[in-house]
T-cell receptor, first 113, second 110 residues
């Protein structure tokens, strides 16, 4: 069963707190992504991971970091969350280079107050 | 940087109507163009794709046209149903980099 799973689905945090968003996939995909989705802005790429311990900044990496210690698992960390990081975060995976579609998780809705 | 412009940003149509969603991209190196549908509160799901060596692809009520010269894509949805109500995203990929349009909100009224 091809699946991308995100946890938690909903999260409320206070400004300055740390946030951990987790993503898992069962397809042995090499490449994984973290996006955030905001109204009117579409999907913005935060980080991309090509495989274990091989991560690269996307278009908006500031305020975020990632960890990929196992191929099937990709974490997004917010150290000291800010109110402008309130968003819906999507994880995705693909089997690699051009010509492959992305499989998305169901999203994690983060509210920072 | 590379961009994908998607228009219109929103559409409201009556059930049974046809709709057209357009995307223009700037990256000449993009070779693969998948489209995704996102129903309210749900994940994005792949619906149709086209490669740069093709001009047209059709599945059921979806037709995707690609003009490499003008760097333009068009998604045509016929006989729309309320279940087609969603946000539709075009995208272009070049190796690992995936660039999305900002999405088209489609509302199909019963």
């Amino acid at each position: 069963d091809m699946k991308v799973t995100q946890m938690p689905r909903y999260l409320i945090k206070r400004m300055g707190e740390n946030v951990l968003l987790e993503c898992g996939q069962d397809m042995s995909h090499e490449t994984m992504y973290w996006y955030r989705q905001d109204p009117g802005l579409g999907l913005q790429l935060i980080y991309i991971s090509y495989d274990v311990d091989s991560n690269s900044e996307g278009d908006i990496p500031k305020g975020y970091r990632v960890s990929r210690k196992k191929r099937e698992h990709f974490s997004l960390i917010l150290d000291s969350a800010k109110t402008n990081q309130t968003s819906v975060y999507f994880c995705a995976s693909s089997s690699g280079q051009s010509g492959n579609t992305l499989y998305f998780g169901e999203g994690s809705r983060l509210i920072v107050v | 940087g590379e961009q994908v412009e998607q228009l219109p940003s929103s559409l409201i149509v009556q059930e049974g109507a046809s709709v057209l969603i357009n995307c223009s991209y700037t990256d000449s190196a993009s070779v693969y163009f998948p489209w995704y549908k996102q129903e309210p509160g749900k994940r994005l799901q792949f619906i149709i794709d086209i490669r740069s060596n093709m001009e047209r692809k059709q599945t059921q009520r979806l037709t995707l046209l690609f003009d490499k010269k003008t760097k333009h894509l068009s998604l045509h949805i016929t006989a729309t149903q309320p279940g087609d109500s969603a946000i539709y995203f075009c995208s272009g990929t070049n190796a690992y980099k995936v660039i999305f349009g900002k999405g088209t909100h489609l509302h199909v009224l019963p």
